[in-house]
């Protein structure tokens, strides 16, 4: 019985720890818009944060399509900053386009190399590019020196509303 409710306590403590001390983390809510209009082909996307300077510190997410590396390229921000230089990067953090949806994309606030980020000011940018379609590039400043705040940026010819919230911070 005192095995029991030590046990019990000792996981209770550890919920409380956890919520009391959340790792800070960065949430974007990506959406697709269904387009019905003409051609459709999914969209190429990146996700990525630049530090003050313009230099590329982390590629949050990439969905492109497999066998489309040639097309790279027309994501032309985050090609020139941070893609052409290591394909085997590229190909390591990767992953297939999404159809019109909904998406939640969490980000750690770690740089490529994951390490946590220093506190200062960043970019977080967003490119979508879609075949017979359009092109467009998002952008929001963050302060990771500020702590939480929350973000929405209008809906663009390729995406919806994008909602980006970073929580956990302390001042």
């Known amino acids: 019985m005192m095995r ?5 306590s000792a996981i209770g403590a550890l919920f409380v720890s956890s919520a009391v001390f959340a790792a800070p983390k960065m949430t974007i809510d990506l959406t697709l818009p269904e387009i019905t209009e003409g051609q459709y082909h999914r969209p190429y ?49 990767a992953s297939a386009t999404k159809p019109a949806g909904h998406y939640k994309i969490d980000w750690d606030l770690t740089d490529d190399a994951g390490k946590p980020l220093t506190p200062a000011s960043y970019t977080v940018f967003i490119e979508v590019v879609r075949e017979h379609g359009g092109r467009d590039l998002v952008r929001q400043n963050i302060d990771l020196t500020a702590g939480d705040f929350t973000a929405q940026l209008p809906a663009t010819t390729e995406t919806g ?11």
């Open 161 to 171: 509303v994008i909602d980006i919230r970073l929580s956990g911070m302390t001042r």
């Open 4 to 8: 029991q409710l030590i046990r019990t």
């Open 45 to 93: 996307v990146a996700v990525w944060v630049e530090d003050a300077k313009g230099q590329t510190v982390k590629t949050i997410s990439l969905w492109v399509w497999d066998e489309g590396h040639k097309w790279l390229k027309d994501i032309r921000r985050w090609w020139r900053k941070a893609g052409r230089e290591d394909m085997s990067f590229v190909d390591g953090i």
